[in-house]
């Protein structure tokens, strides 16, 4: 089963390959780096929208190109406010070839003020973390939540998380998918 992800990151990538392998057989997972369409630093709904866009653009290019793919994930990582508190996610979008779409979520955690301060004004969490982590491309290795955990999940497991849930509709196709 051959399943496109929006992006070259080995985290979301590996994330893929291991959430839809606890379901399907012979899982075969490859990255194509595509745009999301929404700012860096996704705020609410516009987390919903660039998984979802990361995901028709790989249908679009697997069609184009007969890359002959049967799912296409788009993963975007965003905040939102919740209860007054903000809070840092990953949305999963999962496409078939058929168009039908599932979305997921991570779970969520929070995010402390002087964080939300910067992705308020536009910077994207992973460069925030790299500079209070004094380290670089945290988001290609453990990201925000192995800081904020102090090591007990990392991101692939965050996002892993997300996909199983992204991944329901297609279990259960005739609850979900059926007209």
């Given amino acids: 089963m051959k399943i496109l992800v929006g992006s070259l990151n080995p985290v979301k990538i590996e994330a893929v390959k291991e959430a839809f392998s606890l ?12 745009e999301s369409e929404v700012p860096n630093q996704p705020v609410g709904d516009q987390t919903f929208n660039g998984a979802l866009n990361r995901a028709n653009k790989l249908k679009f290019i697997s069609d184009k190109e007969n890359l002959h793919a ?25 496409m078939n070839k058929d168009e039908q779409i599932g979305f997921g979520l991570s779970p969520g955690f929070e995010l402390p003020p002087k964080v939300v301060e910067q992705l308020l004004k536009g ?4 460069h925030v973390m790299d500079e209070i982590m004094n380290e670089q491309n945290t988001k290609q290795r453990g990201g925000a939540i192995a800081f904020f955990t102090n090591g007990v999940m990392n ?14 509709p297609f279990l259960h196709n005739e609850l979900f998918f059926n007209k």
């Fill in 70 to 94: 049967e799912y296409f994930v788009g993963i975007e990582g965003g905040i939102s406010q919740i209860f007054n508190k903000w809070f840092a996610y990953g949305c999963m979008c999962v």
């Fill in 123 to 126: 910077k994207e969490l992973g």
């Fill in 23 to 34: 379901y399907f057989n012979n899982v075969e997972v490859s990255g194509i780096e595509v």
């Fill in 155 to 168: 991101r692939k497991e965050l996002y892993v998380e997300g996909l199983k849930t992204a991944i329901i």
